[in-house]
């Protein structure tokens, strides 16, 4: 029970305040994710410096509220990381939502491992995976105008 109220205060904290949840005025990198399943759809904006850190953040658009969440918790966890570091996150995130995370790693991922039970709702999997796998792919430079969680 005390899991599942630390998980409804930290979702309902960056829904309500989130963050990172705004336009930048002229990112580097730029890259729309969108999940057709339930229309998450939301644009994450990054600023990389030439030594590889990810210096400031953001992304906008429209979701449910594991979407939003998650994209914000993101973004508070990799700015000031470099790309390595952030990816290696990603892939934690990852493993946590495969239910294959320890828990040194989980305590890796600060309050977006309150998100360790979306794992036994497989509708909402893709709900909290889109901006991780945006992420992944605009860090990873691969030519595409959008990211889908179809695939997943």
Not at 64 to 85: H, P, R, T
Request: a negative charge.
């Amino acid at each position: 029970m005390e899991n599942r109220t630390f998980y409804n205060e930290i979702l309902t904290e960056h829904n309500i305040h989130p963050m990172h949840k705004v336009k930048m005025m002229n990112p580097q990198k730029s890259l729309r994710g969108v999940n057709p399943s339930c229309g998450d759809d939301i644009t994450l904006q990054l600023n990389v410096s030439d030594d590889g850190i990810i210096e400031d953040g953001a992304f906008y658009g429209d979701g449910c509220a594991i979407s939003q969440a998650s994209a914000d918790m993101m973004l508070e966890l990799v700015i000031g990381k470099n790309v390595k570091d952030a990816l290696a996150l990603k892939d934690i995130f990852m493993k946590m939502i495969k239910e294959k995370v320890s828990e040194e790693e989980l305590e890796m991922l600060e309050e977006a491992g309150s998100l360790q039970d979306i794992s036994h709702m497989p509708s909402r999997v893709k709900c909290a995976v889109l901006g991780w796998r945006t992420l992944e792919t605009l860090l990873n430079e691969e030519k595409s105008d959008s990211v889908s969680t179809e695939d997943i």
